[in-house]
């Protein structure tokens, strides 16, 4: 019932004009800000967050190898859970949290020519902002790929997935895990620890960390 109920929450939402179809740029926000209510109270307190240099210092520090996973598709990344862990020892429990800024937006991404997979993918996306000790702190969209007769998960799934992206390129305005987009870094990284394995059904090699189980249909490297 709740899944039905999210799913009727995507369905209303229209993205027109928010992602360009050819680059996946977001472009613009649907939803009308109303000026001198909302948009002033969502940057309160702006670039007065005093951050002590012991905490700055926590913040961006080198991120743990241990904590990096790979994307089948050759992303590196960290968890969103390494991000929270993060912000509740750098500020305490409590003092930080997520403010959604509108509500849930989505996109159809149409399948290219030639792929296996003949159902159109519904890119779910929703802007936060990020507050720490109640001062707005840094604001990014945070998007999730959704399709329907995937049964491992549900339309609320989806959106709460958006929260988890959002969470990550929020941080990364802080400057925490900074490596994930660091070319130099990513590349050593991937040759280090990283390996393309061959999956049944797959037209292209997929990626994993050398040190992970093998996939389950995985064929060979």
């Known amino acids: 019932m709740a899944n039905t109920a999210m799913q009727k929450v995507i369905d209303k939402v229209d993205v027109s004009g928010v992602l360009d179809k050819h680059t996946g740029e977001i472009l613009a926000k649907t939803e009308i800000v109303e000026i001198g209510t909302i948009a002033p109270e969502i940057f309160t307190g702006i670039s007065t967050l005093d951050i002590p240099r012991e905490v700055s210092d926590?913040?961006?520090?080198?991120?743990?190898?241990?904590?990096?996973?790979?994307?089948?598709?050759?992303?590196?990344?960290?968890?969103?859970?390494?991000?929270r862990?993060?912000?509740?020892?750098?500020?305490?429990?409590?003092?930080?949290a997520l403010r959604p800024l509108g509500g849930f937006q989505k996109t159809?991404?149409?399948?290219?020519?030639?792929?296996?997979?003949?159902?159109?993918?519904?890119?779910?996306?929703r802007e936060y902002a990020l507050y720490i000790r109640g001062k707005y702190a840094s604001s990014a969209i945070g998007e999730q790929e959704y399709i329907e007769s995937n049964d491992m998960m549900s339309a609320s799934d989806a959106c709460e997935?958006?929260?988890?992206?959002?969470?990550?390129?929020?941080?990364?305005?802080?400057?925490?895990?900074?490596?994930?987009?660091?070319?130099?870094f990513v590349a050593k990284f991937i040759k280090d620890y990283c390996v393309q394995v061959w999956r049944k059904g797959k037209s292209k090699p997929q990626w994993r960390l050398k040190e992970?189980?093998?996939?389950?249909?995985?064929?060979?490297i």
């Open 58 to 83: 926590k913040l961006t520090a080198s991120v743990p190898l241990d904590g990096i996973e790979i994307k089948p598709t050759g992303q590196i990344y960290l968890c969103h859970i390494q991000y």
């Open 85 to 96: 862990r993060m912000l509740n020892d750098a500020f305490g429990m409590g003092n930080w």
């Open 108 to 125: 159809v991404k149409t399948k290219r020519k030639g792929e296996q997979n003949e159902e159109d993918t519904i890119i779910v996306c």
């Open 161 to 184: 997935g958006t929260e988890s992206n959002a969470i990550m390129r929020c941080c990364k305005k802080l400057g925490m895990g900074l490596e994930m987009w660091d070319k130099k």
């Open 212 to 220: 992970s189980e093998p996939f389950f249909d995985e064929t060979g």
